[in-house]
């Protein structure tokens, strides 16, 4: 019940709507090869281009959202989003298909930007993005199920996303308007913290979701043509592989950090690039749909320690909306190179150079994640000239977590201030306190 009270469902549903459209990339890609005259190479294009548009938002409103407003800001994208998907799922001209997907993809990392900058500025920040990826990925699962039973249209995933925009708009009245400033973060203006592990943080995270979307983009073509599914059989799969990472989401928020996050982004992105090798070179259902499996069941885990991570290098959520914009950009590239890559070397080889990559990626992120929340809060870390330290007496009283610094926090500076000494007092001015030596005393005369 406490876990119901605390979490932010306004920025839980804008991350939803924000992150959907990610999510259904291989049915929105594959529907547009199939349902439009566009090639695969072509199709995968359109999909790279919004979320391109997804992901330039991101970079041109990382700093604005104090300044513009959640609400404003959230209310703008998801009409965009509305507008955009809502038009190119009603049209077959391809150019207007195109047009609309863009402006869409444009309103979709709107929101995202804001969820992501709300979201950082959470007491519990892992939290909020845990909920954010199980809304997403039940709403995924079940347009998964739904959409092949309603035709074979194009329109019909880009339909879903708009009427997902068009549904949470009502729910950002609960948003902040004006500055959009938690009470608990700074909004003072100053130069982002832990720029050198920000900016490893978001090259690797480009190149782990560029990884992890260049099959999600081909997944649909892998299971149809190399592992002989029917387009019912491959939703099903999709929807199973996705009700997999929400009990993933689950385990990683009744983990928490109590794992740390060194060992869930290294372990874990090593664990994913296995996946990604016996999906990609797949030839019957059974391998196909245990390797979507196993692969959504871990995919989402990871990103929610990514997520949080980025989120506490910067409390105002600056390194949240770049690394998540950076994120998009790989996202972004996804279809189009791994369109590329399986047309030259085939889905087996194409499974092999993207765990290659991963596996060389998994190294710096997990460098970051030991260097800015995995050092181990070491008796005397946070102690000064004796007595105990901190976390024992937190661990001891159950003293707040806020009260005291986080694990593998920065040390406070100790700054010594001179203090002038008080003058010596004489023992003649002074006489015991007490209610009879007060009544006692003589009051001031009339004169």
């Known amino acids: 019940m406490l876990a ?17 459209p990610p999510y259904l990339l291989p049915t929105t890609v594959g529907r547009l090869d199939t349902g439009l005259p566009l090639s695969a190479t072509q199709a995968g294009a359109v999909g790279s281009a919004l979320l391109l548009s997804s992901a330039s938002a991101g970079f041109l409103l990382a700093s604005r959202v104090e300044r513009a407003g959640a609400r404003t800001l959230a209310r703008f994208g998801l009409a965009l989003a509305f507008l955009g998907y809502g038009a190119a799922s009603l049209t077959t001209a391809v150019p207007a298909v195109v047009a609309g997907a863009v402006l869409g993809g444009f309103g979709s990392g709107t929101a995202t930007t804001v969820a992501a900058t709300r979201i950082a500025a959470e007491r519990d920040p892992h939290r909020a993005s845990t909920a954010g990826l199980l809304s997403v990925s039940a709403l995924a699962g079940a347009v998964y199920l739904t959409v092949p039973h309603l035709g074979r249209s194009h329109g019909l995933p880009l339909a879903a996303i708009a009427l997902t925009a068009l549904a949470v708009w009502p729910l950002t009245g609960r948003l902040p308007a004006g500055t959009g400033t938690s009470p608990a973060a700074p909004t003072a203006s100053g130069p982002l913290p832990h720029r050198r592990s920000g900016l490893v943080l978001a090259v690797t995270v480009l190149c782990w979701s560029l990884a992890q979307n260049s099959l999600w983009g081909v997944s649909g073509r892998i299971g149809l043509t190399q592992a002989g599914l029917g387009d019912a059989a491959l939703g099903l799969v999709f929807a199973v592989a996705l009700g997999a990472g929400l009990m993933g989401v689950l385990v990683a928020g009744a983990l928490g950090p109590r794992l740390g996050r060194a060992m869930p982004v290294g372990a874990g992105t090593a664990l994913i690039a296995g996946c990604i090798v016996v999906s990609a070179s797949a030839t019957t259902p059974t391998a196909f749909a245990t390797g979507e499996i196993a692969w959504n069941t871990l995919y989402p885990v990871v990103l929610s320690y990514l997520i949080g991570l980025a989120a506490s290098l910067d409390a105002r959520g600056r390194w949240a909306v770049l690394v998540g914009s950076a994120s998009s950009l790989g996202t972004a590239a996804g279809p189009l190179a791994g369109s590329v890559l399986s047309a030259q070397a085939g889905y087996a080889g194409m499974g092999l150079v993207l765990a290659g990559g ?5 190294v710096p992120m997990t460098a970051v994640a030991l ?11 946070i102690r000064r000239r004796g007595g105990t330290p901190a976390a024992l007496v937190a661990a001891a009283t159950g ?9 593998g926090a920065a040390e406070q500076p100790v700054v010594e201030i001179d203090v002038d000494a008080p003058a010596l007092a004489v023992r003649g001015a ?18």
């Open 4 to 20: 119901l009270r605390t979490t932010p469902w306004p920025l839980v549903a804008v991350f939803t709507a924000g992150y959907l």
């Open 358 to 362: 991963l596996l060389l990626v998994a």
């Open 371 to 381: 260097h800015t929340g995995g050092r181990p809060l070491l008796p005397g870390t």
């Open 399 to 407: 003293t707040p977590s806020g009260a005291v610094p986080e694990v």
């Open 430 to 447: 002074y006489d015991t306190a007490g209610p009879r030596q007060a009544a006692a005393a003589p009051g001031p005369g009339p004169g």
